[in-house]
Structures are given as C-alpha cells and as structure tokens.
C-alpha cells in the first residue's frame, strides 16, 4: 500500500515559488482609449520589439503618451524618432540583464537627442513625454512633463511611476529653473496679484521639462524622471494618461474606476469616467496595459481588502506595519522591487563616467548623439568635465540647459 506524499504547507509552496517563478514571461495586454479638444495628445504602442531583431525570444513591448502644447509637430516628432534614438543608445549584444541596466542612461540620451534634433528644425512647439518600456516583469517609465504613469498591484497598492514637472506642484524643479536664468511666476493681467498655475517667464509654460519649447528656455529640460521597477508574478496594471485624465481623477479613483475589467474595456471607463467629473476641457488619452502571469486569460481580480491571502502569508505583521506607515512605498509592502530611481536634471549626474572608446577606430563615440568623434574639442581643458565623451553640439545642448549659455547658433 502506497503511503500519501506529506502535505507541503502553503507558505513553503509559495516561497519556493516566489524563488523559481519570474521565469516564464508574462502576457501584456493592452487598451487605449481618448477624446480630443485640440488635438494635440499622440500615443505610440509597439507591443512587438526585440532586442535583437529575428529572435521572440528577446521581445519587450514600448507604450508612450506624448501630450503637445502649442502645435503638433514636437508631439509628432517625438513619437517617430524616440524610440530609435533610444535603442541606438545601447550597446550592441546586450544580454537581457545588461540590456536592462543600460536602459536607464539610454532613455537620457534618447530624450536628449530628440530634443536636439527638434531644436534644429526651429519649429516652437513642445510636448510631455511618458514613455514605458516593459521587458517581462520589469518596467522602466521615463517622463517629462505632468502625463502620469500609474500602478496597480495585485495587493491593491496604487502609486506613481512618474513625478509631475508642474512649476506650480514642483519646488525643486522651480529653484532649478530659477538658478539656470528663468522668472517664475503668475499671470498678471491687471496688475494686481498674479492668476492661474505658476509659469515661467518667457514663454509661460506651466511645465518644466518637455521635449521641444525651443522659444520658451534652455531650461526648459528634456531630461526625463526614470524608474524601474520589478513586478512580483502576480502582475499588475499600468495606467498611462494625459493631463485629461489626471486634472479629473486622482491615481486611486482611476485604478478603482476600471478594476477587473480586461484592459480595452478599461481604458474607456477611465476616460468616460473623467469626462463625467469634469466634461471634457482638454484632449483626454489613455492607455491601459496589463502584465498578466503566463496562462491567465486576464488579470485576476484584486483582493478587496487591501492585505490579501498571499501577501500576508509571506509578510506576515511586518507588511501590515510598513502598510500603515507608508501606503504607496511600494517596496515596503513586497509587492514590487525598485531597480532605479533617478530625476536630477543634471547630465553629468545622469551618463555616468565611462568614456566609450571605438577600439576598432580609436574615435570616441559621443554619449547622447551616439556619432563617432576623433578629436575631443568638446571637452575644453579649462572647464573640467566629469561626465562622459560628448561632442561639440550636445556639450553646447548640456551648457545650456545649465543656464550657460544657448546652444542655438545664431
Ligand atoms: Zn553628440
């Protein structure tokens, strides 16, 4: 007679598969939906990239809102050439890993580049950018501007990915415009006190980061906020959207407006949702994205309570203290790894030190346009500097944005 194996306790099978899951991908499904006033809001979905192109094996997926202000074309011209401006910041032959690791420095780059190249059409216009890389459980959020990238995880924590470069709600992005030559300041028509957001002066943008705004100010900077983060295998649920949305609704009421619900269908309950708060008083988009366990049909349903079955096995008390303390760290409640975290508008801060040598020619490749360079005229000797190898228009571009000086030719 055959004895029954012995019980292996929940807990046990949890952990041992919190050790060897992560392994099989996840699904990502995704939804979008929008309503124009002025028509400046775009969106770029390729759910289908590979990091070496022939090979699934390698693919990730690349969702991105870009929010125009005073014309079109910035938003247009960011949406075609980002994302290649980007890739082309990182190394060839990456492993995952590796890949992985470079993408924060290549989203500055990227970004920065896309700015410069703008720049050099002379056209006025500029836009937000929220750009979401997601590579199996990691995703990485690059942003300028105030278009938000939210999370809901599994355990019903709702938190931001993104920071809002709003001068009115962002006090160390005003010092900095402040300090790089900008006047900060309100409206004022009547001479009396000033109206509306704060804006900085020339220009009155209400923003302090963008993609393009080539007439409002050097500092006026495309150096994106970057986070990246790692999902436990339960997934989760991304919720990218323009301004609409969020002057409409806070991060939580949109995760709760649409919970449950598979991702198309949800990207509309969010917009209509803001609609119904608000009516409709500027180009509303969203796009919801979910990353689902492999086999799922859609993302399970998220636990009423916020502690569910799972995290409270594994965390135990120490989970329902941090909850208290801090609801939307995500660290703190073990529902997410944080990879990355950095916003210093400083490039120097943001390309790290490493010289990158072509040692095939012996030219020094530049850190942000990625063009080969023999001589290295960009890095005058008398003004030190601790960064990596840029050549003579992107040092011009970095000086600039420091309040040094323009880096338009005239
Ligand atoms: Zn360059």
Same mark, same amino acid.
């Given at each position: 007679?055959?004895?029954?194996?012995?019980?292996?306790?929940?807990?046990?099978?949890?952990?041992?598969?919190?050790?060897?899951?992560?392994?099989?991908?996840?699904?990502?499904?995704?939804?979008?939906?929008?309503?124009?006033?002025?028509?400046?809001?775009?969106?770029?979905?390729?759910?289908?990239?590979?990091?070496?192109?022939?090979?699934?094996?390698?693919?990730?997926?690349?969702?991105?809102?870009?929010?125009?202000?005073?014309?079109?074309?910035?938003?247009?011209?960011?949406?075609?050439?980002?994302?290649?401006?980007?890739?082309?910041?990182?190394?060839?032959?990456?492993?995952?890993?590796?890949?992985?690791?470079?993408?924060?420095?290549?989203?500055?780059?990227?970004?920065?580049?896309?700015?410069?190249?703008?720049?050099?059409?002379?056209?006025?216009?500029?836009?937000?950018v929220t750009f979401v890389v997601i590579d199996g459980w990691t995703i990485t959020v690059a942003s300028v501007?105030?278009?938000?990238?939210?999370?809901?995880?599994?355990?019903?924590?709702?938190?931001?990915?993104?920071?809002?470069?709003?001068?009115?709600?962002?006090?160390?992005?005003?010092?900095?415009?402040?300090?790089?030559?900008?006047?900060?300041?309100?409206?004022?028509?009547?001479?009396?006190?000033?109206?509306?957001?704060?804006?900085?002066?020339?220009?009155?943008?209400?923003?302090?980061?963008?993609?393009?705004?080539?007439?409002?100010?050097?500092?006026?900077?495309?150096?994106?906020?970057?986070?990246?983060?790692?999902?436990?295998?339960?997934?989760?649920?991304?919720?990218?959207?323009?301004?609409?949305?969020?002057?409409?609704?806070?991060?939580?009421?949109?995760?709760?407006?649409?919970?449950?619900?598979?991702?198309?269908?949800?990207?509309?309950?969010?917009?209509?949702?803001?609609?119904?708060?608000?009516?409709?008083?500027?180009?509303?988009?969203?796009?919801?994205?979910?990353?689902?366990?492999?086999?799922?049909?859609?993302?399970?349903?998220?636990?009423?309570?916020?502690?569910?079955?799972?995290?409270?096995?594994?965390?135990?008390?120490?989970?329902?203290?941090?909850?208290?303390?801090?609801?939307?760290?995500?660290?703190?409640?073990?529902?997410?790894?944080?990879?990355?975290?950095?916003g210093s508008a400083m490039l120097a801060e943001r390309l790290g030190k490493d010289l990158a040598l072509n040692?095939?020619? +012996?030219?020094?490749? @530049?850190?942000? #346009?990625?063009?080969?360079? &023999?001589?290295?005229? =960009?890095?005058? %000797? $008398?003004?030190?500097?601790? +960064?990596?190898?840029? @050549?003579?228009? #992107?040092?011009?571009?970095? &000086?600039?944005?420091? =309040?040094?000086? %323009? $880096?338009?030719?005239?």
């Amino acid at each position: 007679m055959k004895t029954k194996p012995p019980l292996v306790p929940l807990g046990t099978l949890i952990r041992r598969e919190l050790r060897h899951g992560n392994v099989e991908k996840p699904t990502v499904n995704h939804g979008q939906a929008a309503l124009a006033k002025k028509g400046e809001d775009y969106f770029l979905i390729k759910p289908d990239c590979e990091r070496i192109p022939g090979n699934p094996s390698t693919s990730f997926s690349v969702f991105a809102i870009f929010d125009g202000h005073n014309g079109i074309s910035a938003a247009i011209f960011a949406k075609e050439n980002l994302l290649n401006n980007i890739l082309s910041a990182i190394p060839q032959g990456c492993a995952r890993e590796e890949w992985l690791q470079a993408l924060p420095r290549a989203l500055v780059a990227g970004f920065v580049k896309t700015d410069i190249e703008f720049q050099q059409k002379g056209e006025t216009s500029g836009t937000t950018v929220t750009f979401v890389v997601i590579d199996g459980w990691t995703i990485t959020v690059a942003s300028v501007g105030d278009s938000r990238c939210i999370l809901d995880t599994q355990a019903g924590v709702v938190s931001l990915l993104t920071v809002d470069h709003r001068l009115e709600e962002n006090v160390e992005e005003r010092e900095r415009v402040t300090a790089s030559g900008g006047e900060v300041g309100r409206l004022n028509i009547f001479g009396g006190d000033g109206v509306g957001p704060l804006r900085c002066w020339p220009g009155g943008l209400c923003l302090s980061r963008s993609i393009g705004d080539t007439d409002v100010g050097e500092f006026i900077v495309p150096i994106p906020h970057v986070k990246q983060v790692k999902l436990s295998n339960s997934g989760g649920r991304l919720i990218i959207a323009s301004d609409g949305i969020w002057d409409a609704l806070s991060s939580d009421v949109a995760a709760q407006s649409c919970r449950g619900l598979p991702a198309e269908l949800a990207a509309k309950l969010v917009v209509k949702e803001a609609l119904r708060s608000r009516g409709l008083k500027d180009d509303t988009t969203c796009l919801v994205v979910d990353i689902i366990p492999y086999g799922y049909p859609v993302l399970p349903p998220t636990p009423r309570k916020k502690q569910n079955l799972l995290t409270s096995l594994i965390l135990g008390k120490k989970f329902q203290n941090s909850m208290n303390k801090a609801p939307n760290k995500l660290s703190a409640v073990g529902v997410v790894e944080e990879l990355f975290e950095e916003g210093s508008a400083m490039l120097a801060e943001r390309l790290g030190k490493d010289l990158a040598l072509n040692s095939n020619s +012996g030219m020094f490749r @530049c850190a942000v #346009c990625q063009a080969d360079h &023999d001589d290295v005229s =960009g890095t005058p %000797s $008398s003004q030190p500097w601790e +960064g990596p190898m840029l @050549c003579s228009k #992107c040092r011009r571009k970095k &000086d600039a944005m420091e =309040g040094k000086r %323009s $880096s338009v030719t005239t």
